[in-house]
């Protein structure tokens, strides 16, 4: 008999005379079975529209979990009974199943929670594991993506992203296919807090036939996949670093969730079925789609250097432009930790320029760097012990340990009070390392458990607990740049950015990478004042998340204003078709050459891209879109070439539109709206 849940779409099905689960969406099928011999196996995850399948090795059988608790390892080698098991509905649209198994050994009770969604190809998964032993053990190795399939005898190339860095190291941003060689050479994901790469790896074989995963933790993890063509697999590792997790004499420990995800395709069609489950399932909701990604306005432009009526002056002009959100950055305060604005520069506090910033009709954000302290800030003063053992500064403040928690309950209630006090519709969190490390023995966490510990028990603590307290201010993850980017970072924020002021071409490359793993409104950019107003700069931030202003507007000319007036109106039209996209990545962008990001709206049937020259001698670039309608037939037009055009579909994605782009540094960009 087979015991199904009660969802109509995604459902889990249970076979207790094999002991085996079969979760199927329509879109993805996974297997798993509790062998007779008492080995918790994989068998198989199909793709249920192409007809890809990846099946467990013959000579390499795998679990879909690997934990050490101690000295003992629970894997697939493990032997186990079967506890209990059951199936539940969940939102939006989904199916869990929980499978409770005994270790026979009588230490551990260990339950493996799968998880499907609704018209999604992901697979959703994590671990919980209760201590039964006689005394307190640690977590001290666990692996987050523990797949190993049958290689088919063929070739692979992995796909990373690199994230945000202030260090110097290869391009922000940039994406790196690896080709897999056959002797188990491992290639390497370095992804989290301060990390290198972005929390998120897809694998491809030579037949198209696509693989991708993500992990939901902000601590750093180490992930790797590698082939061993003599064994006949391909396998993953992940590995969250530093872990030495303290659990109780029956405790439990929940690890981290975990997705892995089925394609056929190109890297483009990666990143879209991951785009739309983490929108679907992961992602803080936005606000209103309608008027989301917003257009922002940020103090930065001034740096520290801003007054009560430098704000007021730019907040006149901001509103006047459309701006929808106005935002004081770092230099409000009286110092950083000292969470009070500055008397000399606002003599009737920050609430007057909250209230001003509201009657024009624009939210009011304001820049707060949680976890740092100056180290003669009141709270340090009074509680030194407080400071991490983090040797990163930011500003010249000290960091913080989240997971001290006498730390913590006093950010929460700084966090609350200043939601309050100021009137604040936005946060943006910035800082140098959200996930701090520290070792001191005074603190409330292990002190050999920082990474973990100052993850889960610090900044998504203090994020979540403020959040709740105050749930219509909306948070953008800043962490000094796109140096977060992980898929439990998207639980907590409804943005990101990735550059950090550092330019149009920078913004570019951010936004060309960053949306292979995550949704275009994850992917904000911050206009500073050196890149001067001109269609080669707006338009190179018009395509993504929020497009922030970091320009000092009073020093405008009655021109430059009405041109970002012009431009403002004009990304607003087009952000949501944007933001509900396919992103088609056409052409990176280099310093010396052209570049074409585009999207393609399924729901609207329209297409939009820009196309920027840099350096480039070329005058203009054919440009061949993608996921257009082949028999349908299009405008097309352009926002600075007078030039309209009728075709159909295939011929246009066939033969392409020349772009003109008349000068070095110039820019275009494409409309491609159904007739």
């Given amino acids: 008999m087979l015991l199904g849940s009660a969802c109509f779409g995604a459902q889990s099905n249970f076979d207790p005379g094999s002991n085996t689960w079969t979760l199927n969406n329509g879109s993805i099928r996974a297997i798993f079975q509790l062998t007779p011999s008492g080995n918790f196996l994989t068998e198989r995850v199909e793709d249920l ?11 390499r059988p795998a679990s879909p979990f690997r934990l050490q608790a101690g000295s003992e390892v629970f894997d697939g080698s493990r032997q186990f009974l079967l506890y209990s098991q059951g199936a539940i509905s969940i939102p939006p649209s989904g199916v869990r199943q929980s499978i409770v198994l005994e270790d026979v050994k009588g230490m551990a009770l260990i339950t493996v929670i799968l998880e499907m969604y609704d018209n999604h190809p992901v697979l959703r998964y994590s671990l919980k594991y209760k201590n039964l032993t006689q005394a307190p053990t640690n977590i001290t190795s666990i692996n987050t993506v523990p797949w190993t399939f049958d290689d088919l005898g063929r070739r692979y190339t992995a796909l990373r992203v690199n994230q945000w860095s202030v260090v110097s190291r290869p391009v922000d941003f940039q994406p790196l296919q690896s080709l897999l060689d056959v002797i188990g050479t491992g290639i ?34 180490k992930t790797t996949v590698r082939q061993v063509g003599a064994a006949n697999y391909v396998q993953f590792d992940s590995t969250i670093l530093d872990l030495n997790h303290p659990v109780a004499v029956s405790g439990e420990f929940q690890s981290p969730n975990a997705f892995v995800g089925l394609f056929h395709g190109d890297w483009d069609e990666a990143g879209f079925r991951t785009q739309r489950f983490v929108e679907a399932v992961l992602a803080k909701p936005a606000p ?15 740096q520290d250097k801003i007054d009560e009526p430098t704000l007021k002056r730019n907040a006149d002009i901001a509103a006047a432009l459309g701006v929808q959100l106005f935002i004081v950055d770092l230099g409000w305060a009286k110092t950083i930790g000292d969470w009070h604005p500055d008397p000399a520069k606002f003599p009737n506090g920050l609430g007057v320029v909250s209230d001003y910033v509201h009657n024009l009709g624009m939210k009011f954000g304001l820049h707060f760097a949680l976890a740092e302290a100056d180290p003669n800030s009141p709270v340090l003063a009074a509680n030194p012990d407080w400071a991490a053992t983090d040797t990163a500064a930011y500003f010249g403040a000290s960091p913080l340990c989240l997971s001290n928690q006498p730390a913590q309950d006093w950010l929460v ?41 100052n993850a889960v028990n610090g900044i998504n603590a203090v994020v979540s607990r403020i959040q709740a307290a105050r749930p219509n201010v909306f948070w953008e993850n800043c962490e000094n740049g796109g140096n977060m980017m992980t898929f439990n970072m998207v639980k907590s924020y409804v943005t990101s950015i990735t ?8 913004s570019r490359r951010a936004v060309f990478g960053a949306t292979y793993p995550f949704p275009p409104r994850y992917a904000e950019r911050y206009m500073p004042d050196t890149d001067g107003i001109s269609p080669y700069a707006t338009h190179s931030y018009r395509f993504g998340g929020p497009w922030v202003l970091m320009t000092q507007l009073a020093s ?14 004009n990304y607003k039209a087009q952000r949501t078709d944007i933001s509900a996209a396919k992103i088609y990545h056409v052409l990176a962008p280099s310093a010396n050459g052209t570049d074409a990001i585009q999207s393609y709206n399924a729901a609207t049937d329209t297409a939009i891209a820009v196309v920027t020259r840099a350096a480039s001698s070329a005058q203009s670039y054919v440009l061949k879109p993608r996921g257009l309608d082949p028999n349908r037939r299009y405008t097309v037009w352009f926002e600075i070439d007078p030039a309209i055009y009728s075709q159909i579909g295939a011929q246009i994605m066939t033969n392409g539109i020349r772009v003109p782009l008349p000068t070095p540094f110039s820019s275009e960009i494409v409309h491609f709206d159904p007739q």
Avoid at 499 to 506: E, H, M, V
Avoid at 557 to 563: A, E, V, W
């Fill in 499 to 506: 550059n950090d002021a550092s330019g149009s071409l920078a």
């Fill in 49 to 59: 529209q192409s007809g890809d399948q990846w099946s467990a090795a013959p000579n």
């Fill in 188 to 221: 390497e994901v370095y992804s989290g807090a301060a990390g290198q790469q972005c929390g998120w790896m897809a694998l491809r074989d030579s037949d198209s036939r696509g693989l991708f995963a993500g992990w939901e933790f902000d601590g750093r993890t």
């Fill in 413 to 453: 209630e700084e966090g609350i009070r200043i939601i309050d006090e100021y009137g604040v519709d936005w946060i943006l969190q910035d800082g140098q390392n959200m996930v701090k490390q520290c070792t001191k023995t005074t603190h409330t966490h292990d002190p050999n458990d920082s990474n973990y510990a």
């Fill in 288 to 302: 209103d789609a309608s008027t989301f990604p917003y257009v922002s306005w940020d103090s930065w432009a001034f």
């Fill in 556 to 569: 405008l000319g009655p021109d430059q204003l009405g041109f970002l007036a012009d431009e403002i109106r």
